[in-house]
């Protein structure tokens, strides 16, 4: 190619932001510059080629698509397997990711997959895991919603961002996750909220009615009560996350201790009911504070004991003071304390104690 069309191609090449043929004609002329031996100018020429490339990267990378900004993008770790939850959960989310896997067929039949998830329980329980094992089984990312960067102060600002969130995610699969979902999806009938948030709620429900198939939605709330009337039949999945008992704690428990290197010297359903009520959350909490206080012993205290004495701590911490009232045991146990009556993290941390004696 001529050095006269060569100098064009650049010029339309720059022109129109075709990085291809631009780097292509840039190229063709520090070969043609080589050959004349201009080595000075080819080099200069193939240095401003690399920097002109890096930046044009870097401006893209400073300019994300619209509604980008909007989610926090992660990539899911957690599996279903690795969760404990109710029989009917495991059974709902196990065909719905079988319906996704196979949707082809659905379609084949003129039926879609079902792809809207709302979970309901308290915090703690696993809601955001489930959210995303989902993603996980079905190898998409998890894109979780930034209501910092959705919810605006001015007229109309919620609804213009909330349809750039959903043209964003309707170009690629994906799980898309609403956290504390009462945040957004409030009832319309409160008399509280602004006309402002109740606009939000009706556009937000037509836009995940028009969500496709391939776009999971998973919404998750610790206060169904606050939500809008109109989004439980949005959904197709709605599952209740109950607070664990304590044999599903000592599951737990069962798995945290397989990573000590040590024997706890407690059966997992003796720590499981000292811990009871409590939120699988609280446990993983309870079992990390317990190993952490182990290894930055350097064994000079047994795990026995630490773990008599995180118990006693843990109870003071979560439970709710006892009233003045008790039980016939709770009076023979004030007595044999020299009427003192013990609190219940005394008794669970003499229980412990009694274990390993």
Known sequence: MARSDLLLSIVRAGAAGDQPTLRASVEALVADERAKNHNVLADRLARLLSSVTVSSEMAQR???????DIILETEPQTKLSDLILPLPVIHQVGHLIEEQHRADLLRAHGLQPRHRILLSGPPGNGKTSVAEAVAEALALPLFTVRYDALVGSYLG????RLRKLFDYVRTTACVLFFDEFDAIGKERGDTHETGEIKRAVSFLLMQIDQLPSYVITVAATNHHELLDRAV???FQLRLGLPSPDWRQLALLIDRQFALWDQSPGISSEKLAKALAPSSFAEVIDFCQTVRRRHILGLG????????????ELWSSRVEQPSGESGSDKTAVEARSSGGKRPTAGTRRSNAIKDNRA
């Open 157 to 160: 600002e919620t609804n213009t």
């Open 300 to 311: 000079q205290r047994s795990l026995q004991d630490i773990l008599a004495e995180e118990v």
């Open 62 to 68: 400073r300019q994300p698509a619209p509604g980008r």
């Open 232 to 234: 439980w039949r949005r």
